[in-house]
């Protein structure tokens, strides 16, 4: 059984452009949750999804990112115009329906803003 | 949000027991204790979990403070490849999202 993956592993991208971080959970879990690692910091809670749903997106920047998971295919976190501010790990993690507190982490994506 | 409070580093003997501690002293009423590590370039990995009650798995045990405001994880046989970063994390009243401390870096030497 799969675990969940994230790909690219390394994304270098210039002030300005996009990226696209995508996430396929392990295989039977329906539940995804993004998490973002500055340097030095633990992992935050960015946002929390279901198939064709937000669920909760609090930690959310208000601006500039966004995330899906399309009813076909990977989970998604799209960040726009990218700011070096946004240079950090971004971690998926996918869970069962029935325990949501027992999330599998993928081996995350780690973005360089240049 | 709760914060959480770690030493940074600690070490440990092959064969003994690591005691990991964590502070959270701002917990509120509902907010799970969890317990993650990371390996270098690894995503975290699920250790343990817990409200008020002490809690074992196969894993590791966790003693949660009667007030809850301080817990300590620990691992009663430590081996080298429990070597890693640990991190204490609440969950926002929320039961999914998990903010991490920044966590102890635990080297097991034999």
């Known amino acids: 059984n799969a675990g969940v993956m994230q790909n690219p592993r390394h994304l270098v991208r210039r002030r300005g452009q996009e990226a696209r971080l995508r996430c396929s959970p392990m295989k039977g879990h329906s539940h995804v949750y993004w998490y973002r690692q500055l340097p030095e910091e633990g992992l935050k809670f960015m946002v929390y999804?279901?198939?064709?749903?937000?669920?909760?997106e609090s930690g959310m920047p208000k601006e500039r990112f966004s995330a899906e998971f399309p009813k076909e295919g990977p989970s998604i976190l799209r960040i726009q115009q990218v700011v070096r501010g946004d240079s950090a790990a971004y971690f998926c993690?996918?869970?069962?329906?029935?325990?949501?507190?027992?999330?599998?982490f993928g081996p995350g994506t780690r973005l360089t803003v240049t | 949000d709760a914060k959480t409070t770690q030493p940074p580093s600690m070490d440990c003997a092959e064969g003994r027991a690591a005691n990991l501690p964590c502070n959270h002293s701002t917990i509120s009423g509902n907010e799970y204790v969890y317990w993650y590590r990371q390996i270098h370039s690894q995503g975290p990995q699920y250790i343990i979990h817990g409200l008020k009650n002490n809690e074992t798995n196969e894993m590791a045990s966790l003693i949660i403070t009667e007030d809850r405001k301080s817990s300590t994880l620990i691992l009663p046989h430590a081996t080298l490849r429990d070597t890693a970063v640990y991190y204490c994390a609440l969950d926002s009243n929320s039961g999914y999202a998990l903010n991490f401390g920044k966590g102890t870096s635990l080297l097991v030497t034999p």
């Open positions: 999804l279901q198939k064709e749903n937000i669920i909760d």
């Open positions: 993690a996918s869970s069962p329906a029935d325990r949501v507190y027992e999330q599998y």
